[in-house]
């Protein structure tokens, strides 16, 4: 598949977008849940404050009462004199069981005058006049428990009316410092700065720490270096007004403050307190945060699982389409293939290989049920002339029309096929030979008609061979090669007919394949000769010409003459090679001849129309001409008046290029062929030879002599000289002589000879 490069980008921001928004909300939750905790941190310490404060106010009033129950100390007031072992007493149980270190006391009579202090040896002054709750103690004897700023320090103070047989005699105070709430603030992480309103420094006359900030009194100096330092320098006074809380991410603390009113809630003391951040228990808030990040991932997860759900089922769907179109395609594919390699792609026939499985099979059928098969082999007769004419195209149409016309000739049970080329199969099942021969002679009359191509008028032949089963074989290959070996004999002989095949014929074939071998060798091991037969003129009996024929010395057949293979050799595409031998043999040994002044007269050579068809035929003469610098007058070219060509424009003009180059032109076997007057006017030549056919049954055949006799005016009529071949006999040369012909060649003057005895019959000639 693809990779989608929108869906991806789509999906990408998404997700980015999804982390983004997802960091945020982590982020902003941490916020608010980091000032839940602050703000919870700074109200746990502002009610746990309270509560020490509560509980020391509470400490502190029940010491003073305790004391004030003390005989000893109501002994000490009613003899005015306290003995400070009683206190210390006192210190120790307190220093020892209890929280409550820093401790003062004092013991004043009914009239306000202190009788005893725990921090000096100085007593016996009244305090009436100078504290006002002690004047209030006097008038009105009850408890009186605060938090005051006296001249040393803001202290806890309580103070108790000391009874003595109910009557009043006099005050107990106890006096304590904040150490112990700082102390017990400090377990709790907290350091604490007290600091002491500006409204008291006045007061603070006889300060126990006398540090002053801002006019602020210090009231625990050592306890925290980092608080003094802030509260002097970095937030002043900012810091005795915190509304809720401060983060100081520099030093890492969190601060909050305290109020401390007096009782007419005017601000007297504030704590300033501070905790490390990271002593700050996060515990709960990271948890949460823990939580909401594993509910972020877990829907990411979700939704990266969901996507790629999606994702994977196209995927799958995707494939399977792509599947589905490979399966479709190969059936496709193989359905073509199938058909490429079973049918024709032109005529949708089946190709060779199908009909030869066909024929397989039936044939193994037939073995069974003892049947009969006729396989018929039939070829286009001219097929390559027709192409050759007009073109591919037009035989490729024929071929499509030929085909339809078979098909629609035959049952629609025989299997007509097209191997190939201009050649059709035909097997024909379950029919006695009689009706094979009907069916042959159907497709040969078929082919009567003229076939109408874009326009061309067609004239298309089949030679048509046929084998069957099981007289000439019992194979399809054994079948359709004995069929093709009819078929061959039919175009030998004429071609447009049908043969059934017989044992003859494969035994020639087998012949023909050895010949072809044969010919090849030949060239190679100088086996070709050429023969030379004398032209005479009979009125003088003198030579005038001689004729070229070739001669085949086969090593163990002996002497092979041209009728048993120049045929073929034509048919093989051989004849080419052995003109050009011949014409080259006939050429030098003549110009010797020449040379050495032994007259011949016109040496003449046969050439088939193969030969004349080829291209390359009159560059050829004209080559060996200017190389062996030959006179060209002394030649001549034979050619057959039945092989004359198709195209009769080409045919035309070959002639005259051969005429051209200075060479006269016969016409052999004249009589034979069918040719009209007209055409051979059009023909530039020379001479016409009449066919031995006619000659030899001179005298006896009216025939013949009528027909010797027409030919020989016609020649005169047109200009042409005649000659007579095949001349035995002493009557048929006095007949020619009587006719008007008196050039003869023949066996009466001499048989085609080699090359030698021709040298002697020269020598003879001209003497
Ligand atoms: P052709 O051109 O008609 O040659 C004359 C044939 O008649 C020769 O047969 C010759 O031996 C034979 N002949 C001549 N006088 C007599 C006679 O009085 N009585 C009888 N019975 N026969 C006579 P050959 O040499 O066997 O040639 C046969 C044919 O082979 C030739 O017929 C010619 O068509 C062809 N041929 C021969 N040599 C060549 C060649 O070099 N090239 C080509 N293309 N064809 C050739
Ligand atoms: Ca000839
Ligand atoms: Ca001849």
């Known amino acids: 598949m693809k990779i989608n490069y929108k869906s991806l980008t789509i999906i990408l921001t998404a997700l980015f977008i999804y982390i983004g928004v997802g960091c945020f909300y982590i982020y902003q939750s941490e916020k608010t849940l980091s000032i839940q905790k602050y703000l919870e941190v700074s109200k746990d310490m502002k009610s746990d404050l309270e509560i020490l404060i509560d509980e020391k106010e509470e400490a502190i009033l029940l010491v003073s009462l305790a004391l004030s129950q003390n005989c000893k100390i109501k002994k000490g007031l009613r003899e005015n004199n306290i003995s400070s072992t009683v206190f210390n007493n006192f210190f120790q149980i307190f220093q020892k069981e209890s929280s409550l270190k820093n401790l003062w006391f004092q013991v004043l009579d009914n009239r306000g005058v202190s009788i005893y202090r725990s921090w000096t040896k100085n007593y016996g002054d009244s305090m009436i006049n100078s504290r006002i709750d002690v004047k209030m103690m006097i008038e009105s004897p009850k408890v009186i428990s605060s938090i005051s700023t006296g001249k040393f320090d803001m202290t806890f103070k309580s103070m108790v009316p000391i009874f003595y047989k109910k009557k009043f005699i006099g005050i107990m105070e106890t006096i304590s410092s904040f150490d112990s709430i700082t102390q017990k603030m400090r377990d709790n992480k907290f350091d604490t700065l007290i600091v002491v309103d500006k409204s008291y420094k006045r007061q603070l006359t006889k300060a126990s720490a006398n540090k002053f900030i801002y006019d602020y009194y210090i009231s625990n100096l050592d306890e925290s270096k980092t608080l003094v330092n802030l509260f002097e320098h970095k937030y002043k006074q900012k810091l005795l007004n915190i509304p809720n809380y401060i983060i100081d991410d520099e030093n890492n603390l969190f601060l909050s403050t305290y109020h401390l009113k007096d009782m007419n809630t005017n601000e007297m003391g504030y704590f300033i307190l501070s905790k490390k951040l990271s002593d700050i228990d996060f515990y709960s808030r990271d948890k949460t945060i823990q939580k909401v990040i594993l509910a972020l991932l877990f829907i990411a997860f979700l939704i990266i699982g969901f996507a790629y759900y999606i994702y994977i089922s196209k995927y799958k769907r995707y494939i399977e389409?792509?599947?589905?179109?490979?399966?479709?395609?190969?059936?496709?594919?193989?359905?073509?293939?199938?058909?490429?390699?079973?049918?024709?792609?032109?005529?949708?026939?089946?190709?060779?290989?199908?009909?030869?499985?066909?024929?397989?099979?039936?044939?193994?059928?037939?073995?069974?049920?003892?049947?009969?098969?006729?396989?018929?082999?039939?070829?286009?007769?001219?097929?390559?002339?027709?192409?050759?004419?007009?073109?591919?195209?037009?035989?490729?149409?024929?071929?499509?029309?030929?085909?339809?016309?078979?098909?629609?000739?035959?049952?629609?049970?025989?299997?007509?096929?097209?191997?190939?080329?201009?050649?059709?199969?035909?097997?024909?099942?379950?029919?006695?030979?009689?009706?094979?021969?009907?069916?042959?002679?159907?497709?040969?009359?078929?082919?009567?008609?003229?076939?109408?191509?874009?326009?061309?008028?067609?004239?298309?032949?089949?030679?048509i061979g046929i084998s069957s089963y099981p007289a000439d074989g019992d194979t399809a290959e054994e079948l359709l090669k004995n069929a093709d070996t009819a078929m061959n004999e039919v175009k030998k002989s004429g071609k447009n007919s049908y043969r059934f095949y017989n044992k003859k014929m494969s035994q020639l074939a087998q012949e023909r394949v050895v010949l072809e071998n044969d010919i090849k060798r030949a060239f190679k091991n100088r086996e070709f000769e050429v023969y030379f037969q004398p032209k005479m003129n009979a009125k003088i009996e003198k030579i005038i010409g001689l004729e070229a024929l070739i001669r085949w010395r086969h090593p163990e057949k002996g002497m092979i003459f041209p009728n048993d293979f120049i045929p073929f050799a034509e048919e093989i595409g051989l004849i080419g090679q052995i003109g050009i031998f011949m014409r080259y043999e006939t050429m030098k040994i003549t110009k010797d001849w020449i040379d050495r002044g032994l007259d011949f007269g016109i040496v003449s050579f046969n050439a088939s129309t193969i030969e004349l068809e080829d291209d390359l035929f009159v560059d050829s003469i004209r080559d060996m001409i200017i190389d062996m610098d030959y006179d060209a007058s002394r030649l001549e070219l034979e050619i057959l008046e039945s092989q004359s060509m198709k195209s009769r424009e080409k045919m035309i003009t070959v002639l005259e290029d051969i005429k051209k180059l200075g060479l006269s032109i016969s016409i052999d076997d004249f009589g034979t062929g069918y040719s009209s007057l007209s055409y051979l006017k059009q023909l530039p030549v020379d001479k016409l030879k009449i066919d031995r056919s006619f000659v030899q049954d001179i005298p006896h055949d009216k025939d013949s002599i009528a027909l010797v006799r027409s030919v020989i005016t016609l020649a005169k009529n047109f200009n042409l000289e005649i000659i007579a071949e095949g001349v035995e006999t002493k009557n048929q040369v006095d007949f020619m002589l009587r006719g008007g012909c008196e050039n003869i060649q023949g066996y009466y003057y001499s048989k085609p000879k080699p090359v030698h005895e021709i040298e002697k019959l020269l020598i003879d000639n001209v003497s």
Not at 385 to 399: C, Q, S, V
Not at 440 to 462: G, P, R, S
């Open 321 to 463: 389409e792509q599947n589905q179109k490979l399966e479709d395609e190969i059936k496709v594919k193989t359905q073509e293939l199938y058909y490429s390699a079973y049918y024709d792609g032109l005529t949708n026939l089946p190709n060779r290989v199908l009909f030869m499985d066909r024929l397989q099979e039936f044939l193994k059928f037939a073995k069974r049920k003892e049947v009969n098969v006729f396989v018929v082999c039939l070829d286009l007769d001219r097929f390559k002339e027709i192409n050759d004419t007009y073109g591919h195209n037009i035989g490729d149409k024929l071929l499509k029309v030929v085909a339809n016309k078979l098909q629609n000739n035959l049952r629609g049970g025989d299997t007509i096929s097209r191997p190939g080329g201009a050649e059709f199969t035909i097997f024909v099942e379950d029919i006695d030979y009689n009706d094979m021969i009907v069916i042959a002679k159907k497709i040969v009359k078929m082919m009567q008609d003229i076939h109408n191509i874009d326009t061309i008028e067609l004239y298309a032949t089949f030679s």
